[in-house]
């Protein structure tokens, strides 16, 4: 069963972009790989053209599964959703009531997560855990090092 992902325009058409680049570009430069490597001769013992044809194998491998996810891949209009919780496309600011140390995230994708500009998967165990939480719930997630508990301080989108 395929995975319904949400995503915002900007990430949905970078997937996109990537897809196009992998089937316009990367595909015809494996398939002529492979042509080079055919015409050096004995395919038993020709290392280049199986390196080649593996490289075509995990090309189409990489193609297919971002074919699926781009197929269930869903926009979603922020200016629909519920401003009340912490949901997808959710700007959480939260503070963490071990060492009182405040951060903002944005909750995205995991194709779109990037913790560099602050935006972490909904399918990490902070973001799983912030879902569906209100300004003012504390939220106790398991993460590797143990448990944090952190508080809602603001929700906006």
């Given amino acids: ?22 089937r ?17 001769g004995d395919l038993s013992e020709n290392a280049e053209y199986d390196a080649a044809k593996e490289a075509q194998g995990l090309l189409e491998m990489k193609i297919s599964k971002l074919e699926e996810v781009v197929a269930n891949a869903r926009v979603i209009d922020e200016s629909q959703l519920d401003t009340t919780k912490a949901l997808i496309h959710s700007t959480v600011k939260i503070k963490n009531l071990a060492n009182k140390m405040e951060v903002t ?14 935006k972490i998967s909904v399918d990490s165990p902070i973001g799983k855990g912030l879902l569906g939480k ?9 993460v590797p090092n143990g448990k944090i508990t952190f ?3 603001e929700i906006s989108r």
């Avoid at 995975?3 to 196009?20: P, Q, R």
């Fill in 134 to 142: 209100q300004v003012g719930e504390k939220a106790e997630i398991e």
């Fill in 151 to 153: 508080e809602i301080l």
């Fill in 1 to 22: 069963m395929s995975k319904v992902s949400y995503y915002t325009a900007e990430g949905l058409k970078k997937l996109k972009d990537e897809l196009d680049h992998l």
């Fill in 24 to 40: 316009d570009v990367e595909r015809p430069k494996a398939s002529q790989a492979i042509a080079e490597a055919r015409d050096k």
């Fill in 105 to 118: 995230y944005k909750l995205v994708a995991q194709s779109e997560a990037d913790l560099k500009s602050g």
